[in-house]
Antibody, heavy 116, light 112 residues
Framework: EVQLVESGGGLVQPGRSLKLSCAASGFTFSDYYMAWVRQAPTKGLEWVASISYDGGSTYYRDSVKGRFTISRDNAKSSLYLQMDSLRSEDTATYYC?????????WGQGTLVTVSS | DVVMTQTPVSMSVSLGGQVSISCRSSQSLVHNNGNTYLSWYIQKPSQSPQLLIYKVSNRFSGISDRFSGSGSGTDFTLKISRVEPDDLGVYYCGQGTQYPYTFGAGTKLELK
């Protein structure tokens, strides 16, 4: 059974940093692109970033480019999102997803609240 | 960016009834490789989104044949037949043809 379990969310002040983690199991992690998708409170879904099988290629939405870094550790079957210079508009539930030009599996999400 | 426009924003349905949700993209979703990466998701209350349909019309593992997807180019439809209580929630279409991947704003399906 595919499982994706996010952690690392919480309350953080504007301008500070936070690192999210996602532990994957139930599939060969290194065989898949992975991605982060977020959802602001009461809003819709927004793709944030994707990473290739070996981490050699990464993709970001413009609003997080230069502030967020997606990475992975295939030996640990783990996905990460380093978020720097956080803004209030980054407040959202962040989902770890398995990406194949669509998002087949989603974690339960971790809530990031950016507020002073 | 590809803008995904879903209609209606919300709809009421009777149990056992049928509904159609429309999704239109601002650009063709046909990829250079010939595939069309249009997918549909449901988000039930207090849950994570779940994949229903990928590549326009392919049902994901375990998804009932009451759900069907169709369309091409820029115009797509999700149909749900014999609506059950577990079908209620917000439906999203999404495109994975070009970055940034984008989603529609959602269609809320409620009981009449």
């Amino acid at each position: 059974e595919v499982q994706l379990v996010e952690s690392g969310g919480g309350l953080v002040q504007p301008g500070r940093s936070l690192k999210l983690s996602c532990a994957a199991s139930g599939f060969t992690f290194s065989d898949y692109y992975m991605a982060w998708v977020r959802q602001a409170p009461t809003k819709g879904l927004e793709w944030v970033a994707s990473i290739s099988y070996d981490g050699g290629s990464t993709y970001y939405r413009d609003s997080v480019k230069g502030r967020f870094t997606i990475s992975r550790d295939n030996a640990k079957s783990s996905l990460y999102l380093q978020m720097d210079s956080l803004r209030s508009e980054d407040t959202a539930t962040y989902y770890c997803t398995r990406r194949q030009n669509w998002f087949a599996y989603w974690g339960q999400g971790t809530l990031v609240t950016v507020s002073s | 960016d590809v803008v995904m426009t879903q209609t209606p924003v919300s709809m009421s349905v009777s149990l056992g009834g049928q509904v159609s949700i429309s999704c239109r993209s601002s650009q063709s979703l046909v990829h250079n490789n010939g595939n069309t990466y249009l997918s549909w998701y449901i988000q039930k209350p207090s849950q994570s989104p779940q994949l229903l349909i990928y590549k326009v019309s392919n049902r994901f593992s375990g998804i009932s044949d009451r759900f069907s997807g169709s369309g091409s180019g820029t115009d797509f439809t999700l149909k749900i037949s014999r609506v059950e209580p577990d079908d209620l929630g917000v439906y999203y279409c999404g495109q994975g043809t070009q970055y940034p991947y984008t989603f529609g704003a959602g269609t809320k399906l409620e009981l009449k």
